[in-house]
C-alpha cells in the first residue's frame, strides 16, 4: 500500500503560481513509480493534467495546461511536483496525485485515472479572477 500526501495548494490570483508536492508517507519509495496529477472541479468529472514515467520521461500534459504547467521528480527526495503558472480560474480544483506501476510510458496508460493504483487526498487549488 502506497499513502501518497499532496501539499502545496491554496488560493491565488489569476496569473500567479503554485507548486504542489506528493510525497509517500511511512517511508514508501516513489522511485519505481509512473506518477500523475489529476484535478476535479465541482460538479465535474476528474480529469488528467500531468503524467511523468518512472524513469522521469517523458512528460504528458493536458492539452489547457501545457505550456503553463511543469510535472517534475526528485528520486532523492522521493517526491513529485506540479509547478503550475499563469493560473487560470479554470484550474480551481482539487487536485490530486496518483501512482502506477506501469513501466511501458504508454500515454494512454499515464493519462487514464483507472490504470493508477494509489491516490492522495487531493490538495484544493482556488484562482481568483
Known amino acids: 500500500q502506497v499513502q501518497l500526501v499532496e501539499s502545496g495548494g491554496g488560493s491565488v490570483q489569476a496569473g500567479g503560481s503554485l507548486r504542489l508536492s506528493c510525497a509517500a508517507a511511512?517511508?514508501?519509495?516513489?522511485?519505481?513509480?509512473?506518477m500523475g496529477w489529476f484535478r476535479q472541479a465541482p460538479g465535474k468529472e476528474r480529469e488528467f493534467v500531468a503524467a511523468?514515467?518512472?524513469?522521469?520521461?517523458?512528460?504528458y500534459y493536458a492539452d489547457s495546461v501545457k505550456g503553463r504547467f511543469t510535472i517534475s521528480r526528485d528520486n532523492a527526495k522521493n517526491t513529485v511536483y506540479l509547478q503550475m503558472n499563469s493560473l487560470k480560474p479554470e484550474d480551481t480544483a482539487v487536485y490530486y496525485c496518483?501512482?502506477?506501476?506501469?513501466?511501458?510510458?504508454?500515454?494512454?496508460?499515464?493519462?487514464?485515472?483507472?490504470?493508477?493504483?494509489?491516490w492522495g487526498q487531493g490538495t484544493q487549488v482556488t484562482v481568483s479572477s
Open positions: 496518483a501512482a502506477q506501476l506501469d513501466y511501458s510510458g504508454s500515454s494512454y496508460i499515464m493519462m487514464t485515472p483507472s490504470n493508477y493504483n494509489y
Open positions: 511511512s517511508g514508501r519509495i516513489l522511485r519505481s513509480y509512473g
Open positions: 511523468i514515467t518512472w524513469s522521469g520521461g517523458p512528460t
